[in-house]
Nanobody, 121 residues
Framework: QVQLVESGGGLVQPGGSLRLSCAASGSIFSINTMAWYRQAPGKQREWVATVTSGGTTNYANSVKGRFTISRDNAKNTAYLQMNSLKPEDTAVYYC???????????????WGQGTQVTVSS
């Protein structure tokens, strides 16, 4: 069993910053990619950013230049630094990890419970 726990969400004014964290624990041999998704009220969940085990990053166009994803492999933790926040960034942010639980099993996708980010004046 793998658990992902997000933290760092909250209420911030437009133009402000927040840093989200996602800590993975449990039966982990290694983690391939870690990613952030978000879901706004009444909308489908959308991909935000991904970081590979080697540190390669990719971003959705809507957050490129404002958000930075990173990870600490020793801590099995991913981060999302969010700057220049806009009201349209308001959503529940979910962490995703592609986890190998041992060297023999196929990778497994795990999700966190989500953390609310609200951008409002």
């Amino acid at each position: 069993q793998v658990q992902l726990v997000e933290s760092g969400g909250g209420l911030v004014q437009p133009g402000g910053s927040l840093r989200l964290s996602c800590a993975a624990s449990g039966s982990i041999f290694s983690i391939n990619t870690m990613a952030w998704y978000r879901q706004a009220p009444g909308k489908q969940r959308e991909w935000v950013a991904t970081v590979t085990s080697g540190g390669t990053t990719n971003y959705a166009n809507s957050v490129k230049g404002r958000f930075t994803i990173s990870r600490d492999n020793a801590k099995n933790t991913a981060y999302l630094q969010m700057n220049s926040l806009k009201p349209e960034d308001t959503a529940v942010y979910y962490c995703n990890a592609n986890v190998l639980r041992d060297r023999y099993s196929p990778p497994h996708n795990s999700w966190g419970q989500g953390t609310q980010v609200t951008v409002s004046s």
